[in-house]
């Protein structure tokens, strides 16, 4: 199998993040995302730079039942290049005490507890955002994971459950007096889900509040927001999550003192996203070859997003069963994106203006991105306002419209 060499950008030296016993080296980290983060999305967000990656969600449940499926996600990778961090969900103390018995004896470096999961399945089992309702059972799930076992153990909040529950601040300490490593604040309400805009503000006060390290997460989808939420904030590390679809360069981009808007960082052509994606498709196929056509163009449709005329590439998708096939049609694209002079970087990565700066609609976070090239709009990505089990949507520039099947 092909096998992809990246040497991301070193960040600048500040203070080393330290969680427990777990040395983090870059502070930006692969958010859990459901139905994503398989084995072979981690190892190659790993080689591109990110110095934290995440599983997807893990039932508890499953685990203690011995569930196949379930228990296939802990697959220990060992060509991962850096500590792999394994979420747990669930609402019985005991259960998610042996459940993560069961991930750190299949090589976790760092367990984390889903307190931030919206999704309906997820709290009708009283588990997920739904434990920021239920703060005495959060503690209780805490202090019974980190008496289980010798690893790290961290949690990843919401600000609450809604507005006027707006108690993330009360939970974190709570925690904390129960022993957890580190916290991750997804700075929206549950009743938010991925909507409206994350408010940081509140990842300043986590931090001002808790001693442990606090990971902060919400609306970072380029790199330049990396150091933004850093230094307004003062959180330890950054994670990404939808921001990582189909661009696991935005991993390698950051910087903690990043390049003007305009210069590129590194040199990124387009035979390094055909490299990465066939390298993608090609795991995809080595974990599980009798996928349905729709898995292989879902991930290709997020490679393709922001790139020129990818309606019409995920229109003749539609008539591909292969990856191989689909995959070609990609590489006969690169060509004519050369000619045009359009640079990887410009298309995937460079965005104008800040946090303060996005544009929002009702589906979720809108981004339009601009090339040295051109003064029109190339590409606006819609970043989704769903759940987590979803695939975020993509608005292409050619037609306006939502494409939702990919």
């Not at 045009?340 to 929002?360: A, F, I, N």
Request: contains cysteine; proline residues 7%; aromatic residues 4%.
């Amino acid at each position: 199998m092909n096998t992809l060499v990246e040497n991301p950008l070193p960040v600048s030296p500040r203070k080393q993040l330290r969680i427990g016993s777990v040395i983090v080296n870059r502070p930006v980290i692969l958010a859990p995302m459901a139905g994503v983060t398989d084995r072979w999305y981690r190892r190659i967000m790993a080689q591109h730079g990110a110095g934290l990656v995440t599983t997807e969600m893990i039932s508890a449940e499953g685990l203690v039942r011995h569930n196949r499926m379930t228990l296939k996600m802990l697959a220990p990778d060992p060509a991962l290049s850096v500590p792999l961090v394994v979420q747990l969900f669930g609402a019985q103390p005991q259960s998610m005490g042996e459940a993560a018995r069961i991930v750190e004896q299949n090589g976790a470096a760092i367990i984390d507890i889903n307190a931030g999961c919206p999704v309906r399945k997820v709290a009708r089992q009283n588990a997920g955002a739904t434990l920021m309702r239920q703060l005495e059972l959060l503690y209780h799930l805490v202090e019974t994971v980190k008496h289980a076992v010798n690893v790290p153990v961290t949690v990843k909040l919401r600000l609450g459950w809604d507005e006027s529950s707006m108690n993330v601040l009360t939970a974190a300490q709570q925690i904390v007096d129960a022993g957890v490593d580190a916290i991750t604040l997804h700075a929206r309400t549950a009743a938010q889900g991925y909507g409206g805009k994350a408010d940081w503000s509140w990842i300043r006060r986590l931090k001002a509040t808790v001693p442990v390290p606090v990971i902060g997460n919400g609306d970072v989808t380029h790199p330049e927001l990396v150091p933004h939420m850093i230094k307004t904030t003062g959180c330890d590390a950054v994670m990404i999550g939808r921001g990582s679809l189909g661009n696991p360069w935005i991993f390698g981009e950051i910087s903690t003192n990043p390049a003007p808007l305009g210069k590129t960082k590194t040199h990124l052509g387009w035979g390094d996203f055909l490299a990465t994606l066939r390298l993608h498709l090609e795991g995809m196929h080595e974990d599980r070859p009798n996928r349905p056509p729709g898995a292989w163009r879902k991930v290709i449709g997020w490679y393709l997003n922001g790139c020129p005329g990818a309606a019409r590439l995920r229109e003749q998708l539609m008539g591909l069963s292969s990856w191989e096939a689909m995959f070609e049609l990609c590489r006969s694209a690169t060509p004519e994106w050369e000619d045009r002079g359009l640079s990887l970087v410009t298309v995937k990565l460079r965005l104008p203006g800040g946090h303060e700066d996005h544009q929002r609609s009702r589906l979720g976070l809108a981004l339009i991105h601009r090339t040295q090239h051109s003064s029109k709009p190339l590409r606006t990505s819609v970043v989704h306002g769903g759940n987590a089990d979803s695939t975020p949507p993509v608005t292409e520039p050619e037609t306006g419209k939502t494409d939702w099947r990919l």
